[in-house]
């Protein structure tokens, strides 16, 4: 027991060490390079206020409004059935799930994080949601991505599939995560009797604990949401800046060399080696050079699903700001992003190689998931917040039938056995 806290105690202090003589190392090279860093640090900067501002600050607020009104609560009832007994989680995940496939990253974190803060999971429950519901939204696999980037829409279909997909197993593997740790939770049998009943019942308790009026709720949702999203774009100045000198100090070359050689050993073309490297630190950069590499079609699609599924340092930094004060351990996250980056390049793969034509041919790309004006327009705002909007109420409909499918097979289970 000694030695273990001993070398804890070692562990601990080398990554104090390694930080502080890491973050000197980084200064110092900003400060050589002053107008590498000034134009990487704009950039970050114009992708935080065109694109990233606009698309995640209405539902940020929404998320605070409806949770506040015991909305989440009411969600919550309703899919506890689903959500428990596939995900081990509570059925407010649902709204998390909902929210991360229709808005993306990191609102999902967001929600997650409020959770925790409410009571409405555990500390362990929220790891869970934490590990499978940081997704990609459509739009920018559809248009982004296969549109702008691959400039072949048929792409969409696939690499969202093999995404969400692989997200979903990653969520079933994660349920068995640490299961020590809530053995009271694991065994806990869902309430029986009416569940149209139970929900309502959950928003007007909700409802009454909560006791703000409509207009203190609306200015706290926005002073929470404005404080988030601050904290946001401060993290993807950074990263932005970070990613930027690390390509001029050299380091990207040892990085590239390392990618190469588990690229050769798989296979795969060591050209995408510059993406994969690009790829973990910023998922938009990443993506496009995969994209553009030289080399056989569905690999560049596999590495840039990879990339998609892993979402970049940059996101994991956004993600940590977050939940940080929640207490949600970030170790099982990053692990998660980790396995699902491997099976999205699978699933992508086997989908390429043995489905792909028939994909094509049954589904075609959403008009409104194709950019169709300039993403510093309002029309394309108006059109994603809809786009958006749509979405989150199609997936809770559709896994609120799911819930009242499992209810109500349970129910009939249990007047049989009568």
Same mark, same amino acid.
């Given at each position: 027991? %000694? ?41 970050? !900067?114009?992708?935080?206020?065109? &694109? ?35 995900? +081990? ?46 997704? %990609? ?9 296969? &549109? ?20 979903? /197993? ?13 053995? +009271? *939770? ?19 308790? %909700? ?13 706290? %949702? ?15 100045? &950074?990263?932005? /800046? ?24 798989i296979g795969f073309s060591t050209d995408l080696a510059p993406s994969l490297v690009s790829g973990l630190f910023e998922i938009d950069i990443g993506t496009m050079a995969a994209s553009q590499a030289n080399a056989p079609l569905v690999q560049k699609v596999a590495v840039a699903g990879a990339i998609i599924a892993w979402s970049g340092l940059s996101v994991h930094g956004q993600v940590a700001s977050i939940v940080i004060e929640s207490g949600i351990r970030m170790t099982p996250y990053i692990v998660g992003r980790f396995l699902h980056a491997i099976l999205a390049a699978i699933f992508t793969v086997g989908l390429m190689s043995f489905g792909g034509d ?8 959403? &008009? !409104? ?5 300039? /993403? ?6 108006? *059109? ?8 989150? !109420? ?5 896994? *609120? /039938? ?17």
């Open positions: 027991m %000694a030695m273990w806290g001993s070398g804890r105690r070692y562990r601990s202090r080398l990554l104090t060490y390694f930080m502080a003589f890491g973050t000197v190392f980084i200064t110092i090279a900003m400060v050589q390079y002053p107008k590498e860093a000034f134009d990487s640090a704009i950039m970050g !900067l114009n992708l935080w206020w065109n &694109v990233v501002f606009p698309s995640l600050l209405p539902f940020f607020i929404l998320s605070e409004i409806l949770m506040g009104l015991g909305v989440v609560h009411f969600i919550g009832a309703l899919l506890e059935p689903l959500m428990r007994p596939v995900f +081990n989680v509570p059925g407010v995940g649902a709204f998390a799930l909902s929210m991360g496939l229709a808005s993306g990253y990191p609102m999902d974190a967001v929600i997650t994080s409020n959770f925790r803060k409410n009571k409405l999971c555990t500390s362990v429950e929220a790891e869970r949601l934490l590990s499978f519901t940081n997704t %990609a939204d459509p739009l920018f696999m559809f248009g982004a991505v296969a &549109v702008g980037m691959f400039g072949m829409p048929e792409l969409g279909v696939t690499i969202a599939l093999a995404h969400y997909l692989s997200s979903f /197993v990653v969520g079933v593997i994660f349920r068995y995560h640490g299961r020590s740790r809530d053995q +009271n *939770t694991e065994d806990k049998q869902t309430p029986s009797g009416n569940i149209i009943v139970r929900a309502f019942r959950a928003l007007y308790q %909700a409802r009454q604990e909560d006791r703000r009026s409509m207009g203190q709720l609306l200015g706290d %949702a926005v002073k929470s949401s404005m404080n988030t999203i601050l904290l946001i774009g401060g993290f993807i100045i &950074v990263f932005s /800046v970070f990613l930027r000198i690390v390509s001029v100090i050299g380091i990207s070359a040892l990085l590239n060399y390392a990618f190469g050689l588990t690229l050769s050993a028939i994909i094509s041919s049954c589904f075609s790309v959403p &008009v !409104l998931l194709i950019p169709p004006v300039s /993403v510093n327009s309002s029309a394309f705002w108006m *059109t994603r917040l809809e786009q958006t909007g749509y979405q989150l !109420l199609l997936l809770i409909g559709l896994l *609120t /039938v799911l819930s009242f499918s499992v209810h109500c097979i349970r129910e009939i289970r249990s007047f049989v056995r009568r």
